[in-house]
């Protein structure tokens, strides 16, 4: 049991915190139910994606770690920027190769989610940055059309394609609403994959020559 109340954790939270988060902190690991494979392609699929949620003692971490890394960069942004995305994109405004998402590798970064949802073993969570701007409906704060189409045929050609004939099967996808995003500065989507050996993950997510500085 965490000694860390629900009602303290959510007056002291580093982010705005969901219903479901504070439903969260109300656990104990053993109590949570982690999303499995159908779990995920439900939620995506019906875009009901303010019930993911972190394990909880995940959770707590996460907002240590969120709150930590604020006081001492200012920002996640900037630690995002010093530590996990490439050197050549320097800081916003980003002057992208390419005004079309994901079209030119050295516009986007695939890395393995720092701080994944709680998801059963066998499933990844990766998250792909992007320094092109990935088109919302302001109104709605969720993917227009023609940006969902642009987005999905990278996932097909990047990820699935690349496990089989059956990879459509493995590979889950989204975007985070702009309300639910706890990193809003930074273009980024969310990729779920089934089975993957590390081999195809460490190939994904290696540093690219255009992702570095010259010497």
């Known amino acids: 049991m965490s000694d860390i109340q629900p ?10 915190l969901t219903d479901v ?8 690991d053993e109590e949570y139910h982690y ?17 993911l949620k972190r394990k909880p003692s995940d959770l707590r971490r996460y907002m240590k770690w969120t709150a930590e890394t604020k006081a001492e960069y200012g920002s996640i942004t900037n ?8 050197k050549t994109w320097g800081s916003p405004p980003f002057a992208p190769a390419s005004a079309i998402p994901f079209d030119d590798p050295s516009d986007y970064k ?12 066998n499933l990844t969570h990766i998250v792909v940055w992007s320094r092109t701007v990935i088109e919302t409906d302001p109104k709605t ?9 642009v987005v999905a045929s990278f996932i097909k050609g990047f990820f699935a394609d690349k496990l089989g004939s059956n990879g459509d099967e493995k590979v889950l996808w989204f975007k ?10 930074l273009e980024h989507i969310h990729v779920i994959v089934r089975d993957v050996e590390q081999d195809v993950l460490d190939e994904w997510t290696r540093e690219l020559d255009c992702h570095r500085l010259p010497n």
Not at 7 to 16: I, Y
Not at 141 to 149: A, F, W, Y
């Open 141 to 149: 704060g969720d993917m227009t059309p023609e940006t969902r189409r």
């Open 110 to 121: 695939v890395l393995i989610n720092d701080w994944p949802y709680g998801l059963t073993p």
């Open 35 to 51: 999303h499995d494979w159908d779990d995920m392609r439900k939620i995506i699929g019906e875009n009901n994606l303010s019930v």
């Open 176 to 185: 985070n609403w702009v309300a639910l995003q706890s990193v809003r500065a």
């Open 7 to 16: 009602k303290a954790a959510s007056e002291d939270a580093p982010f705005p």
């Open 79 to 86: 630690y995002l920027i010093r530590h996990r995305l490439p």
């Open 21 to 28: 988060d504070k439903w969260v902190l109300s656990l104990t």
